[in-house]
Nanobody, 127 residues
Framework: VQLQASGGGLVQTGGSVRVSCAAV????????LAWFRQAPGKEREFVAV????????KYADSVKGRFTISRDYRDTTVYLQMNKLTPEDTAVYYC?????????????????????WGQGTQVTVSS
């Protein structure tokens, strides 16, 4: 599985942006899909995950109510819609895939459980 992230860029505080992550050459219909981020000088942190059932979702407390994770019905792309952005959201955003899993609602928030990673896309929020 190869993952390619896209989207992001420069946005003002309070603005919105969507990042996408596409599987290249393979589908990951029975994988959990997640987004992590890493800000300068900080460790990588969990942002959001969606299980392959499409309904089980988890979010970091810092993004609840502002970010929405989704996946398309063909299970080739995962999205992260980010609203009400603040400078604290500035980071490189990485998509990751974990699986395959028998359990449709399995969704880990732990980065070491993820075997497949995208290259990252920069999101910068100006104040």
């Amino acid at each position: 599985v190869q993952l390619q992230a896209s989207g992001g860029g420069l946005v003002q505080t309070g603005g919105s942006v969507r990042v996408s992550c596409a599987a290249v050459g393979s589908q990951f219909s029975d994988f959990a899909l997640a987004w992590f981020r890493q800000a300068p000088g900080k460790e990588r942190e969990f942002v959001a995950v969606i299980a392959w059932d499409g309904n089980t979702k988890k979010y970091a407390d810092s993004v609840k109510g502002r970010f929405t994770i989704s996946r398309d019905y063909r299970d080739t792309t995962v999205y992260l819609q980010m609203n009400k952005l603040t400078p604290e959201d500035t980071a490189v955003y990485y998509c990751a895939a974990d699986g395959p899993w028998y359990s449709p609602d399995y969704a880990s928030t732990l980065d070491y459980e993820y075997d497949y990673w995208g290259q990252g896309t920069q999101v910068t929020v100006s104040s």
